[in-house]
């Protein structure tokens, strides 16, 4: 199976994370979402990363149906068994995603328009929920320990999108948001090698 992604895509960063944290044998390929590669668009006609090739040829999309899939071929290791903490790490994976869409609507916002054309009101709005969604996470940090669920790896991508696009503009008065990364790490020892980057 392959995922195809792009280094600074924070929703790819969790799926490649969860696969090799589930021990999956699975190939990732870099492509170019600008320029609509067949590679792509023959899977995915939404032409969005990550996109999942299985070994059958078959496509799967989105994120958090590859984490469902994921979830599925490592024989439901990717997240808790028991259905309340199951819950919370859903609900938490929702959350995280949620709040990097908001930050790549902004992104977006601010490449694909004319500087003119920049509808400020909007991109307020995205980053006020931005504002409320890492207010909740500081204050709801997840318990990390060695048992990292699919939670953990939306909340690992997010903060390395925040990292990369947002740095000095998110941290003030979030010292634990700020801080979870280092103890991530600790149980993820590869996050430097996953997490979204230029
Ligand atoms: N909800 C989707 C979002 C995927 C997404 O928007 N990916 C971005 C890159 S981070 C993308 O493919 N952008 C290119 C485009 O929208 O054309 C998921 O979770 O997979």
Redesign the pocket.
Known sequence: MKILY?P?????A??RMAAHHCGLVCESEIVD??S?PALLIDSNP??????LVDDQGSAV??????MQYLDHACGRRLFPRNAEKRKDALVLEALC?GI??CL?AIV?EQRFRPEAKLHEPWIERQWSKVERGLDFLNGNMPRTTKNLHGGHFALAGLSG?LALRFEGKWERGRPKLKNWPQKFNRFFGEYDLYKPQA
């Open positions: 792009s600074a895509s924070p929703y790819s969790k799926v979402t600008a609509d939404l032409g969005k990363i990550p996109t999309y989105d994120s958090r149906v590859i995603d990097t869409d790549l977006y999108y």
